[in-house]
């Protein structure tokens, strides 16, 4: 529950005018009459001076007098309230803030470099002045502590091959774990009276030592997966073929003749070198 108050005091155009004329008031009273009265006067309108509070647009002037909160000032403009009050400033703008990059482990343990882009902006003044200490330190310090746990909770890359099919990975549902980044930043910062208006991952990778290890790893799975489609349309040319040959009876082959086609037949498909032709002259039967 929120206990920001938001007031509006005395214009500050008005009071402005209103000291000019008691300064002015008091130095020309003193010049023609010497009354001591008119001294007095000059030195209240000196007193109001710094009553005077000037907000810009998207800021804000939280306003104390002797420890006890007055209100909050969000309006933009210039005002006067009591000179006693102590005036705090608290910028309303959106803030962009760029984590460190922090060496984490992923849910399978391997060891990855994270960091993360957060757009935030204040929100409740109350909280942010009086909650915490430090409200622009306690941003960047839980934003490197949700980082962190949310490194923990997904793997960096789905291992299906090894029996680990993660539905949700680190590196392929960038989507999925922002809006987990933002849900998680937005209950930690409320104590803080911050608003999370964006967060997501700015840059993600393996660690040093064993970025070479995966990248090897990655590799191999993707020529075995290019294996598996290479054999899987070899087999269905060469069935294919058969086939053809068997439905238009343009040659008889019996199954020793039949296992040697295949065999050069995937020899050819599935090698990684073009096949060097050798012309057969003689008879099927030689």
């Not at 980082?147 to 999925?176: H, Q």
């Not at 008889?252 to 003749?257: A, F, G, T, W, Y």
Request: proline residues 2%.
């Amino acid at each position: 529950m929120s206990n920001e108050k938001t007031i509006t005091p005395a214009n500050g155009y008005l009071m402005l005018f209103v000291f000019f004329i008691m300064i002015a008031a008091g130095v020309v009273g003193l010049l023609l009459t010497k009354n001591a009265w008119f001294i007095a006067l000059f030195f209240l309108g000196l007193l109001a001076l710094p009553g005077f509070v000037l907000v810009n647009p998207n800021g804000s002037r939280v306003l104390l007098l002797f420890g006890k909160y007055i209100g909050t000032i969000k309006k933009n403009g210039l005002f006067w309230v009591n000179p006693l009050y102590a005036k705090k400033k608290i910028s309303l703008r959106a803030r962009n803030f760029d984590s460190e990059r922090l060496k984490v482990n992923d849910k399978l343990g391997n060891p990855v470099i994270i960091s993360t882009i957060l757009v935030w902006r204040v929100r409740d003044t109350h909280k942010a002045a009086f909650d915490v200490d430090n409200y622009e330190e306690f941003v960047r310090i839980q934003t490197d502590a949700a980082v962190r746990e949310l490194a923990s909770k997904y793997p960096y890359d789905n291992f299906a091959d090894e029996g680990m099919d993660a539905d949700i990975t680190l590196r392929s549902s960038m989507e999925e774990v922002n809006e987990a980044l933002v849900k998680g930043l937005d209950e930690r910062l409320t104590i803080a009276g911050i608003e999370v208006l964006e967060s997501r991952i700015g840059y993600l990778a393996y660690a040093n030592e064993i970025a070479s290890a995966m990248l090897k790893r990655q590799q191999a799975t993707a020529i075995v997966a290019a294996r598996h489609k290479i054999v899987e349309g070899a087999v269905s040319m060469v069935e294919m073929a058969l086939n053809k040959l068997s439905k238009k009876q343009i040659v008889d082959l019996d199954d020793e003749r039949k296992a040697a086609m295949v065999s050069n037949l995937m020899v050819i498909l599935c090698g990684d070198k073009d096949a060097s032709p050798v012309v057969n002259t003689g008879t099927l039967n030689m």
